[in-house]
C-alpha cells in the first residue's frame, strides 16, 4: 500500500538536466508518495523543464522573472498545497523515509519548529567534518583568532557576529536525535506551512552567500525553533561556494547585509568584513 506524505517539495533550480535526477530520486520510494514536487524555475527554462519532466505527474512548474534562489523558493512556497512544506536545494538528495522521519518530528510537539536532516556526502560521511591535518588546522585557529569565538567551536548549528557560522564539524556523534540550533543549512528544511517566511529577506539576484544564516534569523524571529534530526539524511557534495572574483564581490556585498541585519558595531562591522574579504580573495588566487 502506498502512504502519500502529503508534502509539497519546493526546489528553486536555474531549470539544468540535474534537476530530473534529484525528482527520479524523490520518485524511486513505492511506499510513499510524495503528493507535488514544485520546481521554481526562471521563465526562459519553462520549456525545456516541462519536456524533460512530462512523464512525471506530481512536477508543478514556477515560472519567475528573476534568477534569485531566494525569490524563486519564496514563489514556490506560495503555490504550495501541503501543510508540509520541504525546502531542497537542486542537487540535494534525500529519500522519502527520511523525509517521513522530518514530519514525525514536526508534528511529534505543540512547539512552532522547522527541522533539518544531518548533511553528508555521497560517500556517506559528514558534509561539515574539520579536517585532522596541520594547514587545515592553522587555516582555521587564525580564522578564530581573528574572529573570535573559540568557545563556541564545538557547537553545531552556533553563529554569532564574528561572521563565521560555526557547523559543529566533528561532533556529529555527541548529538542527541533531536538537537536545537541557532542556525541550519537551507538545502533541505521542513516547515509547517503557516510558518513560512514568504517576505524576501535578502536583496539581491543571482547566487546567494549567507541566505541560509539569514532565513534561519527571520524563522526565529518568528519564534520558530529550528531543529536537526539526527536519524533523518540528505546528500549532496560540498562545493567551494566562491569560484570566481563575481563571486568575491558578491560575497562581500552578502557579508557587508549580514552585518547589517545581525546589528553588529561600527568598528568590529568594517574590520572583520574586509579582513574576511583579503582572506577570500587569497584563497582564490591561492585556489587558481
Known amino acids: 500500500m502506498t502512504v502519500n506524505l502529503d508534502v509539497s517539495i519546493v526546489i528553486p533550480t536555474l531549470g ?38 512530462k512523464n512525471v505527474d506530481n512536477v ?48 511529534g510537539i505543540n512547539k512552532k519548529i522547522s527541522v533539518a536532516p544531518i548533511f553528508k556526502n555521497f560517500s556517506n560521511e559528514y558534509l561539515h567534518k574539520r579536517k585532522n591535518n596541520f594547514l587545515y588546522n592553522i ?19 552556533i553563529f554569532d557576529n564574528s561572521l563565521i557560522s560555526f557547523k559543529g564539524n566533528d561532533t556529529y ?28 529577506y535578502y536583496p539581491f539576484l543571482g547566487k546567494s552567500f549567507f541566505e541560509d544564516v539569514l532565513h534561519s534569523l527571520e524563522l526565529k524571529s518568528k519564534g520558530i525553533n529550528l531543529y536537526l534530526i539526527k536519524k533523518a539524511s540528505a546528500y549532496c557534495k560540498r562545493e567551494e561556494s566562491i569560484r570566481n572574483f563575481n563571486d568575491l564581490i558578491n560575497y562581500l556585498r552578502a557579508v557587508k547585509f549580514f552585518a547589517y541585519k545581525t546589528q553588529m558595531g561600527f568598528f568590529d562591522k568594517f574590520r572583520k568584513i574586509y579582513i574576511f574579504f583579503i582572506y577570500r580573495l587569497v584563497r582564490l588566487i591561492i585556489k587558481n
Request: charged share 25%.
Open 16 to 53: 539544468e538536466k540535474k534537476i530530473i535526477k534529484v525528482v527520479h530520486f524523490l520518485n524511486k520510494n513505492k511506499t510513499f508518495k510524495i503528493s507535488e514536487i514544485i520546481l521554481s524555475i526562471p521563465r526562459n527554462k519553462y520549456n525545456y523543464v516541462k519536456s524533460i519532466t
Open 60 to 107: 508543478k512548474l514556477v515560472c519567475n522573472e528573476k534568477k534569485s534562489q531566494v525569490l524563486q523558493r519564496i514563489n514556490g512556497f506560495k503555490s504550495a498545497k501541503e501543510n508540509n512544506v520541504l525546502q531542497l536545494d537542486d542537487d540535494t538528495f534525500i529519500s522519502c523515509e527520511d523525509i517521513n522521519l522530518l514530519k514525525k518530528k514536526i508534528f
Open 139 to 157: 587555516h582555521f585557529y587564525i580564522l578564530i583568532l581573528v574572529f573570535g569565538s573559540i568557545k563556541k567551536i564545538h557547537n553545531y548549528g
Open 173 to 200: 556523534t555527541s548529538l542527541s536525535n533531536s538537537t536545537k540550533l541557532d542556525w541550519t543549512l537551507g538545502a533541505c528544511l521542513l516547515h509547517k506551512k503557516k510558518n513560512l517566511i514568504l517576505k524576501n
